[in-house]
């Protein structure tokens, strides 16, 4: 996409925002997700990869944005401009995205791009297409601790316009507890990948190791991608990639988007980035109660999530 084709995409968006309203969910395989992903299900799951193409996968608002920032300047020589190229939903397919939504359909926009591409997504691992495993594809999996996570999607459904009514928070916390949100539980979420990481050699990543050292992870997935960039490069991929910087940069920033879909005045699609905001939501009360369910939810695994760093 060169500039001239995202301008023209923007126009696009533009358009079609008229038709951008707040999808019901509707389960597939017992898992809650938008309505236009549900009606182009069979789609979704025929997606054939390509053995060199990488998913980044994620819960919504754990890190996602951030991490396709990192590996879009990993595999570009940590060149910003070429980084800058178009947003990055445009750079990087959101499989699983469908028309009517404020970005494009993920499948149209990589049948339009060779491989080796990189993809994200938000599916739980048991509906990710099977190619992915077939081709064993690399897969890069962030998480992000229950509570800040939480805490990030409720801003975030105040502003993203095509996801349900968040609702107020008390009720928040109980859907979120429930899995009653878009790509559903958060639980099974992080176990579903955490269980098969070392048989299908996915890359798990923490948020909060990201922000604790930056640097230390952007080398990890590096080493992942089997890539050895010169150290001055890893420097100047940890500084772009800060959240300071990414806030400002309109090609990760998504303020592309309208304002009709995304309203950046009621909650920054960027907002806080930080671990431990948690504590500015929940009372104390609210606090035990999550910690409660938590340990009943997660007591079968033992995934070492940390809320403050
Ligand atoms: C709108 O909401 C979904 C759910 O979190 C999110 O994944 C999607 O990326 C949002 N739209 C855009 C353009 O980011
Ligand atoms: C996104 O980046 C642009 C350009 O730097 C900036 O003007 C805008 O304030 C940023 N938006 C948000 C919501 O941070």
Redesign the pocket.
């Given at each position: 996409f060169d500039k001239e084709e995202s301008l023209s995409y923007e126009e696009a968006i533009n358009r079609a925002s008229g038709s951008i309203y707040r999808f019901p969910l509707v389960e597939v395989h017992g898992v809650p997700l938008?309505t236009p992903i549900a009606q182009d299900w069979s789609s979704i799951w025929a997606f054939s990869p390509d053995a060199s193409d990488l998913l980044i996968a994620t819960y919504?608002?754990a890190g996602?944005?951030w991490t396709q920032e990192i590996v879009d300047l990993l595999l570009h020589d940590g060149d910003a401009e070429v980084c800058k190229r178009a947003p990055t939903?445009i750079r990087i397919p959101?499989l699983e995205?469908q028309s009517p939504?404020?970005?494009p359909s993920g499948l149209d926009l990589l049948k339009s791009m060779k491989p080796p591409r990189v993809i994200?997504t938000?599916l739980p691992i048991q509906l990710v297409p099977e190619g992915f495993w077939e081709n064993k594809c690399k897969v890069i999996y962030v998480a992000r601790n229950a509570k800040d996570n939480l805490v990030s999607?409720y801003h975030?459904?105040r502003m993203?316009q095509?996801?349900p009514e968040p609702g107020p928070w008390e009720e928040y916390i109980q859907k979120f507890m429930k899995g009653n949100l878009?790509?559903g539980s958060w639980y099974d979420h992080v176990k579903g990948y955490w269980k098969e990481r070392e048989k299908r050699n996915i890359l798990y990543l923490f948020f909060e190791d990201m922000k604790e050292d930056p640097r230390r992870e952007v080398v990890r997935i590096m080493r992942y991608l089997d890539l050895s960039l010169a150290d001055n490069v890893i420097d100047k991929i940890v500084q772009l990639t800060s959240f300071k910087v990414m806030k400002d940069n309109p090609m990760a920033n998504?303020t592309f988007?309208p304002k009709a879909?995304?309203d950046h005045s009621i909650s920054a699609?960027m907002r806080k980035g930080e671990v431990g905001d948690w504590s500015n939501h929940f009372t104390p009360a609210q606090s035990q109660m999550f910690d409660e369910d938590y340990a009943k939810q997660m007591a079968n695994v033992d995934i070492p999530f940390r809320t403050s760093i």
């Amino acid at each position: 996409f060169d500039k001239e084709e995202s301008l023209s995409y923007e126009e696009a968006i533009n358009r079609a925002s008229g038709s951008i309203y707040r999808f019901p969910l509707v389960e597939v395989h017992g898992v809650p997700l938008m309505t236009p992903i549900a009606q182009d299900w069979s789609s979704i799951w025929a997606f054939s990869p390509d053995a060199s193409d990488l998913l980044i996968a994620t819960y919504p608002k754990a890190g996602t944005t951030w991490t396709q920032e990192i590996v879009d300047l990993l595999l570009h020589d940590g060149d910003a401009e070429v980084c800058k190229r178009a947003p990055t939903a445009i750079r990087i397919p959101f499989l699983e995205i469908q028309s009517p939504a404020p970005i494009p359909s993920g499948l149209d926009l990589l049948k339009s791009m060779k491989p080796p591409r990189v993809i994200k997504t938000h599916l739980p691992i048991q509906l990710v297409p099977e190619g992915f495993w077939e081709n064993k594809c690399k897969v890069i999996y962030v998480a992000r601790n229950a509570k800040d996570n939480l805490v990030s999607y409720y801003h975030f459904d105040r502003m993203n316009q095509s996801q349900p009514e968040p609702g107020p928070w008390e009720e928040y916390i109980q859907k979120f507890m429930k899995g009653n949100l878009g790509w559903g539980s958060w639980y099974d979420h992080v176990k579903g990948y955490w269980k098969e990481r070392e048989k299908r050699n996915i890359l798990y990543l923490f948020f909060e190791d990201m922000k604790e050292d930056p640097r230390r992870e952007v080398v990890r997935i590096m080493r992942y991608l089997d890539l050895s960039l010169a150290d001055n490069v890893i420097d100047k991929i940890v500084q772009l990639t800060s959240f300071k910087v990414m806030k400002d940069n309109p090609m990760a920033n998504y303020t592309f988007i309208p304002k009709a879909v995304f309203d950046h005045s009621i909650s920054a699609f960027m907002r806080k980035g930080e671990v431990g905001d948690w504590s500015n939501h929940f009372t104390p009360a609210q606090s035990q109660m999550f910690d409660e369910d938590y340990a009943k939810q997660m007591a079968n695994v033992d995934i070492p999530f940390r809320t403050s760093i």
